[in-house]
């Protein structure tokens, strides 16, 4: 107590430290990084193995499955994925959230390495990297009128993509668009009349087409470089290309075939507001920040303009930074209204502007230390740290608000100012303290809560802790000197003053009334109370629950697929009509397809939406309208799309996974089943998998007999087919400087029907041209074009989007809930991404919530020396409040997620602080001798003021919350509803059903 008097005494000391903490907590502020979320990486490895010529089937056997067995006892591995198709395999490693990406990289190689000798040895080296963020952070749009797109997007590879992909932090500028190519289109009729085959044109290519190194000559007082020119350059070199010499006659590539420069077919449209465009999409490495690397594309992109071709435009379409810039905005003004709000709240109360001055200086302090405590810790400035912020605007004024409340009390004694200071201060000491540490206690299990959850919110946690932290040392030290400077009894002449005085007179008098009925009727407080308490478990389990709500970050997307068999001009043809659904929808700014980024009969859009404050409708309330008028398009199975904007989150709400041991076939037909009756649940608007099992395939079956008779190696077969019905990239050819594909394939009017494989001859090791047509029987089948696997086991993935107004909750629920009863007993399920996320953090929520219970316990016992007192303080306060708050989540105001939940925990630590102010007063006056319901009914009247107000404050602190609009408005809302009316109510049954539960419980004497 001696320290605090010279903090009161010494106003300079007071003062000086209060503004060191400004200093450093502004210097600090100044260095932060700032996100949209607190830094986290939730890492995939990508090992990816090219096996020409190899049947899907065989690339699952003989890769696939050796690779996932080496690498499935590695450590920090959450699951893995395997795809095998014709000629590739690729496995993704799904690492554990904030895994160390570099060690696993090394593990995963040195498991690879040791299975390379055991793989097949036509298969390539494995590729084993770590997979960049899917979704482009920018989307940049490129137009011009006079150059084709092949021009404008070898433009962009030239010129600007390696602009863009040298600025900090950019992953990759990938350009959606063609590239120049050489074709040699080959003539098999040609081929045959000539006695050619495509294998001879292939060897002449690579025997008269190589780069060759030279060395050097050295003269007296010259030196030559040499050169050989021993590669091609253009299709008339190639055309000259001598494929074989009979009878004196050459005979040239330009006979059997013909080689043009053209462009790579590789099958990828965008179209930006219905207009030809090439896209730029502009991916980050991971952990990158988002904000600083677009500020830099962005200047980039200035410089770039300057020197673009005359004609050519650019648009920047979709810039993920505006969504953080927006959110982060709306999360400073939400931050300086409740700072306003509270400092209203509290002229009312204490009736005195000059007393207002105390806390409009001591909020500010608080919140600005936090921020240096935060820069130690290597935390940034996020919106979620800046809601923290916000809450304890509200939480930070208690400490306040308590000691000048407790000091004007003792000023009405007409005590001197600086004996009401020291006596004032002296009495709430213990309470300040235990209130603090109490809010603190509540937080501190998050920081070893693991996961996304405990990885997001440890620096919302630590933000708030911080600020409470220095609070509680400010309302000990610099609050009583300034209250001894300002605050007189002499304040109480004011209107304002004699009004709030009237008001909350009359507020005590009828609380007093109030209570003593209570007290009269204490049956009904006690069946209230276990009501509550029964009340909170029903309704915890019966509301919906997710991961996250979802956020309007102002766009839509699409994602549809044709018929397996559809090709590009099947796609196009729907072009128009999916940009008018896109268009047509209110509040549209700019609309963008793409063909062929997800699979040639693949389409992906985006519907732009105008910035937050020029629309009154949202994202989530245009998504189903998307739904509805993509479903009246008959042609493509499209379905609408909000991006979760958790890091690592995915596009679909649910995926689903079917494993067995079983065929495909078998897998197919249950997961079909398993979608049709999922769709009649009307949980969901969209389901779709990932085995499509209608590929047409033309088998060939090969007769060994024949090919043994003609004399016919294998090998011949597969390299012919390849060639002429593969567009092999053989080669590459330089073009001012860069190189690019030499694309060898019969020409397209001879790769039309499966007639036309009779006109395909091989060669036998006689020499002899033999018809392929002797050697093969054709079969149409329908097969996968992927065999999938999960966990090393054959897998299809069911990705679906819920109907408006359901819960993955309920989601999760139903599928389990089917899988018993549709699943034979060879297979079995499990979740991935937004499902595998949610069932993790799930449990760990009532973990981490019990554990803060218990420290909140062991604390209150240490600081009243009575586990008595802290249980009753918990049960007293906590169930009331925690029932009153899942009220309006029941009512679908919201739904159980981590940022409910994380306000949940919140409550917890602010009602606790009204039980602990009055079981502290209580305590004292049975010290003094006072019986067990005149020190409780005397300790809420003296305590009811400042719980009052600091409840009050609180409250009106969290309405830019509730009320809040724009980006990120959904999950401010639903955590500020959950604390006003958790707090609101709590503190009304706090207020009378705690002094009955005292009375009833606590011991007669504080010394028995």
Known sequence: MKLLNLFIKKEVLSVSIALLIVVLGLFALKQMPIRLFPQITSPII??????????????????????????????NISYITASSTNGSSQIEVYLL????????????????????????????????????????????????????????????????EPEFEIVNGVSSAEVMGRQYAIRINLNPKLLLAYGLTATDVLNALNQQNVLSQAGSLEGNNNNFDLEAMSHFINPEEFNNLLIKEVNNNIIRLKDIGQATFTEEDN???????????????????????????????????????????????????????????????????????????????????????RAMTIPLVTIPISLIGAFFLMNLMGFSIN????????????????????VVE???????????????????????????????????????????????????????????????????????????????????VELE??????????????????????????FKKRAVAIISWVFTIIGCFYLYHTIPQELAPKEDQGFLMIMGNAPANANQNYVLSYRNALDQVLSGLPGVSSTLLLQGVTGLNGVMGFAILKPWGERAVTAMALQPQLQMRLSQIA???????????????????????????????????????????????????????DLNYNQPELQLEINRNALAAMNVDMNSIGDSLALLTGELQSQQFTYFGHSYDVILSASKEFRRNPDQLNLIYVRNNANNLVPLSSLIKTKISIEPSSLNEFQKQNAITINGMLAPGKSLSEAITYTQTLATHLLPPDMSYDYSGDARQYMEEGGRFVQIFSLSLIIIFLILGIQFNSFRDSLLILLGSVPMALFAALIPLKLGFGTINIYTQIALLT?????????????????????????????????????????????????????PLVFAKGAGSVSRFEMGLTIAVGLTLGTFCTLFIFPVLYHLFSRENKNQ
């Open 46 to 75: 990508s090992i990816t193995t090219s096996y020409p010529g190899a049947s899907a089937e065989v690339i699952k056997s003989f890769v696939t499955s050796r690779l996932e067995n080496a690498i499935a006892g590695l450590p």
């Open 97 to 160: 959230p904030n895994s160390d990406v570099n060690a696993a990289m090394v593990q995963i190689m040195e498991k690879v390495n040791e299975q390379r000798s055991n793989l097949p040895t036509e298969v390539k080296d494995p590729l084993v990297e770590e997979e960049a963020d899917d979704n482009p952070a920018m989307i940049i749009a490129f137009t011009s009128n006079q150059m084709s797109r092949v021009q404008v997007a070898e433009y962009l590879r030239r010129v600007i």
């Open 267 to 353: 099958n990828i449209n965008a179209f930006y507001n219905n207009n030809p465009a090439t896209m730029v999409f502009i991916k980050l490495i991971p952990g990158a920040n988002p904000l600083t690397v677009s500020k830099s594309v962005l200047q980039t992109l200035a410089k770039i303009k300057q020197s673009l071709p005359y004609d050519m435009q650019t648009t920047v379409v979709l810039n993920e930074a505006d969504y953080i810039h927006e959110s982060i905005k709306e999360v400073l003004h939400s931050l300086f209204i409740a700072f306003v709000i509270i400092l209203f709240v509290l002229v009312f109360f204490l009736g005195s502007f």
């Open 383 to 402: 919106t979620l740290s800046l809601l923290a912020m916000v809450l304890a605007v509200g939480l930070v004024v208690d400490d306040a608000i308590v």
């Open 406 to 488: 407790n000091i004007f009390r003792h000023l009405q004694m007409k005590k001197s100012k600086l004996q009401a200071v020291l006596d004032a201060t002296q009495e709430v000491f213990g309470a300040i303290i235990a209130m603090t540490l109490t809010l603190a206690a509540v937080f501190a299990p998050i920081f070893f809560m693991g996961g996304i959850t405990g990885t997001l919110f440890s620096e919302f946690a630590f933000a708030l802790v911080s600020g409470v932290l220095i609070s509680g040392f400010i309302a000990l030290t610099l609050t009583p000197m300034m209250c001894s400077k300002i605050l007189s």
């Open 493 to 518: 002449n004011s209107q304002l003053a004699r009004f709030s005085i009237r008001m909350m007179t009359y507020l005590e008098n009828g609380y007093h009334r109030a209570l003593i009925f209570i």
């Open 635 to 689: 042609g493509v199975n499209a379905y609408a799309i909000i991006p979760g904007d958790l890091p690592g989150s995915s596009d679909t709400s649910l995926q689903f996974v079917i494993v067995s041991t079983a065929d495909y076939k078998k897998l197919y037909t249950v997961a079909k089943q398993f979608e049709q009756t999922a769709m009649k649940s009307g949980l969901f608007s969209y389901l779709n998998d």
């Open 907 to 959: 409550l917890v630590g602010l009602i606790a602080k009204h039980g602990v102010l009055m079981t502290k007063f209580a305590n004292q006056l049975k010290e003094e001798g006072a019986g067990k319901i005149i020190a409780i009914q005397k300790a809420a009247l003296v305590r009811f003021r400042p719980i009052l107000m600091t409840t009050v404050a609180m409250v009106f602190g969290t309405f």
